[in-house]
């Protein structure tokens, strides 16, 4: 049998779930889906999408979430040489890649993507990403394009959800026990 890859999250999978189609209010299951394969394994994000998500508000539902919910291990440190390494060559590649202008280059330095793609590399994994890819992009540097450029495989966060095959029942009895 073959190992199953991890999945590693960016940023926006966790911004725009708690946005749009799994707010909290709407589909607990999400947030619940997320952690129950983070024990297993399978989903993980690094330290620096924990960083740019703690940028929100304290009192945020999805910042009190990463602060009080999300198991230790959750966030992988990105501080070792290979990842350094990887890191180093991504942005070395996006430096000197006349095809971005360098507003899209500052901005990508300044970001998690770069550390998404290196980790991902380095640790054999799929970063999950709303992202779309456009290789012809002067203005943003995006995750699917850096990933293409890396030999690094990603998904959106649908994809991801049906290979974890994740279910977010809802039955009609069991709510109306809960609202009674």
């Not at 997320?34 to 620096?48: E, K, P, W, Y």
């Not at 992988?76 to 040489?81: C, E, F, M, V």
């Not at 990508?108 to 991902?120: C, K, P």
């Not at 990933?147 to 977010?168: D, I, W």
Request: glycine share 4%; with cysteine; net charge neutral.
């Amino acid at each position: 049998m073959s190992r199953k890859l991890p999945f590693y999250l960016d940023s926006d999978v966790f911004i725009a779930a708690k946005n749009t189609y799994y707010a909290f209010s709407i589909c607990p299951g999400f947030w619940e889906c997320l952690i129950h394969h983070h024990r297993a394994g399978r989903v993980f994000s690094i330290d620096q999408v924990q960083r740019e998500l703690l940028l929100g508000r304290e009192t945020e539902d999805l910042v009190q979430w990463v602060k009080n919910d999300l198991p230790a291990g959750f966030f992988l440190q990105t501080n070792d040489k290979e990842v350094k390494d990887a890191y180093e060559e991504i942005m070395l590649w996006v430096q000197r890649n006349p095809q971005y202008e360098d507003a899209a280059k500052a901005k990508f330095a300044t970001e998690a993507d770069g550390w998404l793609v290196a980790y991902a590399r380095v640790h054999l994994g799929i970063v999950v990403t709303n992202e779309q890819p456009r290789p012809n992009s002067k203005s943003r540097i995006l995750l699917p394009d850096v990933c293409a450029q890396f030999g690094v495989k990603y998904h959106n966060t649908f994809v991801m959800l049906k290979e974890l095959k994740a279910r977010f029942d809802w039955k009609e009895e069991a709510h109306a026990r809960r609202s009674s």
